[in-house]
């Protein structure tokens, strides 16, 4: 490779010297150019020339130049070209003053022929390309470490900072310059996020132990205005060529960001998004530690399992909008309620779970439990709409009925259908005996799946009585089931879980269907009834299609709208008067006869019955159980009211004389109970058409 040389000399001996000691030296081949003065020089230099110059000899006395003006101006023109001085052995001081500046070395004149010169020339040549090189991984390191995102901090042995990047600056606050030697404890203050102490730097301990440590997780870094960020830190050695450590470097970069948004998870993974309640996974947790608290305390622990009242109604008539915000509004209310230390869980739905930590006692869950269901009793505002609501409430105890948090959930939650079962808006304790009805809910639910398949359903029929005259006028379908094994059970037993599973809906419509194809094989016969009444559940009153399934039932068996009567109980009624009025409507037009059942057992106004198209009347049997306490106020007003609205009235659950013979006198049109007959099968109540019914009125005379 040759070396191109630049000679600056206005002596042209010592030119033609250096020209022919290069050429002939064995570190060559060099090129020599030779130039007299420093402007041409200057001129050779510029950066536009493409010189190629691999190295300088100058001479510092020059036609135009002198001295160290002349160095300097080389020098600054390019200073990345190794130069040498050409001087007299009594220029010491000039010599020095250049190297000082840059240059790297100076040839004495007098002695150019020596075989030193082009060895000196290449060596200088070689430094300069490494130099060159360092400065340029230097340059590129510097670059890289200032340009990536974490922070880098070097120490020395004594753990002094010697080095931070621009990362690093903006992390700390410390520019490089003030935090040179400083304590890197003191440019990095850390400290636990939770417990506020300080966290010593891990580069102590790597120059300990000669090895990498790793932060401790939760570390906050404290920048030196006071403000503060999560960070991960990983630290190492620093070793010299021998192997010997010289030091540490702690690179680290800010998890504020991914450590909320990790938090944010957890939080949501734990939490029901609606209410921001603990969710099931977070409340099983609480139950476990609060179970280990008492186990270790010897104390008590009350779960609270709550399902709130006609919440589905108003969901499903408002809409989902405002049953969410109802639900959140509950959940603030409940949260109330209980202490800090207590926790308020939703399940799902409108199940909320409250645990009272181990210092309640039993009585202060009953105090909670009347507590919760007074403050959910108030008002509730929603969207300028007033709510009420109510709630059933089931409480189980540690250690009296359960020692685990699935148990105790499971014995609450069958407390709380003891006080739906109740009558709603009360709470129950879980006893034992809880657990066999509960055994006997799920297996009726598992049968109940099925029985309709195996067709184990059987319509019976209790006759309505003319009070006055003791013909039989109608009849309710009343279904029966008949399990292979059980036995018959009664709608008691079953209605209410097949309403809770959804299967009412089904087997509604089958004994729908069933009455109408009885009524009219009973009309082909010549029995003239007044009609066949069918109990309607709330599902099936609330279904879109149940106008629909009331015609199919009528046109597929042929019987005249007029026979059927259909019976709603008061309080589905008055679930949501003006939707149910619309729904009657309706079912008049079809030309159905309409049944309030248990009439005065709910929270009607005289202004929502007149508004509903209703036929019939039927006074709860619990009214008629108290005909004999109370005089039958109640039931004479009753009959008296329907009587002025031109609305038939029927008793039921008449079982006593002395009961008849009071409605007889008041003018009660019909009535129905064991004292004239049982729900019969269809085959007996044909028999009963056809031979009449040994009726007590037959017996009475002149009580009406």
């Known amino acids: 490779m040759v070396n191109r040389i630049l000679i600056i000399t206005s002596n042209s001996h010592d030119a033609a010297t250096l020209e022919e000691a290069l050429e002939r030296a064995q570190d060559g081949p ?81 002695h150019f022929d020596s075989a030193l010169v082009p060895q000196s020339l290449r060596n200088i040549i ?18 890289t470490l200032n340009s990536i995102s974490d922070g880098v901090i070097g120490t020395d042995l004594q753990g002094n900072v010697d080095y931070l990047n621009a990362a690093a600056e903006r992390m700390t606050g410390w520019l490089r310059e003030d935090a040179q030697n400083q304590p890197i404890e003191r440019v990095m203050h850390l400290l636990h996020h939770k417990t506020r102490e300080i966290v010593a730097s891990p580069t102590a301990k790597v120059l300990l132990e000669n090895t990498c ?175 009420h609501i109510s709630a059933s409430i089931g409480i189980s105890t540690y250690p009296t009925d359960a020692d685990n948090g699935a148990d105790l959930i499971r014995h609450a939650d069958t ?74 059970i009664l709608p008691g037993r079953f209605i209410p879980i097949a309403e809770a599973c959804g299967l009412i809906v089904p087997l509604g419509r089958w004994v729908l269907q069933q009455a109408c194809d009885q009524a009219k094989r009973w009309e082909n016969c010549g029995y003239d009834l007044n009609s066949v009444a069918v109990n309607i559940s709330a599902l099936e009153f609330r279904r879109p299609d149940f106008i629909a399934s009331v015609t199919q039932a009528l046109d597929k068996s042929g019987l005249q709208p007029d026979k059927l009567q259909l019976e709603i109980t008061e309080g589905v009624l008055m679930r949501d008067a003006q939707a149910s009025a619309d729904i009657l409507q309706q079912l008049k037009k079809l030309g159905v006869q309409l049944a309030v059942d248990d009439f005065g057992t709910g929270y009607s106004s005289l202004s929502y019955l007149n508004l509903f198209p209703i036929d019939v009347l039927k006074i709860d049997r619990s009214f008629i159980e108290a005909i004999s306490d109370s005089n039958g106020v109640i039931v004479s007003a009753v009959i008296a009211m329907g ?55 037959n017996t009475l005379t002149g009580e009406a």
């Not at 130049?65 to 190794?82: E, H, K």
């Not at 070689?126 to 670059?143: H, N, S």
């Not at 009558?423 to 029985?451: D, K, P």
Request: glycine share 6%; charged share 25%.
């Open 213 to 387: 440590k790793l932060l401790a997780s939760g570390t906050l870094l404290v920048h030196r205005d006071g403000h503060e960020s999560m960070i991960e830190d990983s630290a190492a050695p620093i070793h010299d060529s021998a192997g010997r450590i010289k030091g540490a470097v702690m690179v680290f970069h800010d998890i504020t960001a991914t450590h909320a948004m990790s938090e944010k998870m957890t939080h949501l993974a734990q939490h029901d998004s609606l209410t921001n309640l603990p969710n099931r996974a977070l409340l099983n947790d609480r139950i476990s530690q609060a179970l280990a608290l008492a186990e270790r305390h010897s104390g008590q622990l009350a779960l609270l399992f709550i399902d709130l009242d006609n919440f589905k109604h108003i969901n499903d008539s408002l809409g989902h909008g405002i049953g969410d915000q109802l639900l959140q509004s509950v959940a603030q209310r409940l949260s109330d309620c209980v202490r800090s230390a207590d926790t308020v869980s939703r399940l799902g739905g409108d199940e909320f779970v409250v645990v009272l930590s181990e210092r309640h006692s039993v009585e202060d869950a009953a105090l909670t439990a009347e507590k919760i269901l007074t403050t959910l009793s108030q008002v509730f505002v929603i969207d300028e709409q007033q709510l």
């Open 126 to 143: 070689l430094r300069k390309a490494v130099e060159e090189a360092l400065f340029d991984e230097k340059a590129r390191q510097a670059i």
């Open 643 to 697: 009587n002025s609205l031109k609305q038939r009235v029927i008793a039921e659950g008449i079982e006593e004389k002395a009961q008849l013979v009071f409605l007889r006198h008041h003018q009660c049109a019909e009535g129905q109970g064991f004292l004239f007959s049982h729900a019969v099968s269809a085959e007996h109540f044909t028999h009963l058409l056809r031979n009449g019914i040994n009726s007590p009125i």
């Open 415 to 488: 407390a709380m259908y003891q006080a739906k079962e109740e009558g709603r808006n009360n709470y129950q304790f879980f006893r034992r005996e809880m657990n066999e009805r509960a055994v006997e809910r799920q297996a009726i639910e598992a049968h109940l799946r099925s029985a309709m398949e195996r067709e184990e359903f059987v319509v019976h029929y209790q006759p309505k009585i003319d009070l006055q005259s003791g013909l039989i006028t109608s009849a309710e379908a009343l279904v029966r089931w008949q399990h292979p094994t059980w036995g018959t």
């Open 30 to 110: 060099f090129a020599i150019e030779w130039v007299t003065r420093l402007s041409l020089a200057l001129e050779r230099l510029e950066p536009e020339q493409g010189h190629g110059i691999d190295a300088i000899l100058v001479d510092l006395a020059l036609p135009d130049s002198q001295g160290m003006d002349t160095f300097n101006a080389l020098f600054a023109r390019v200073p990345s070209i190794p130069i040498m001085t050409l001087s007299n052995l009594n220029d010491t001081q000039q010599t020095s003053e250049a190297i000082r500046s840059g240059a790297q070395g100076s040839l004495c004149k007098g």
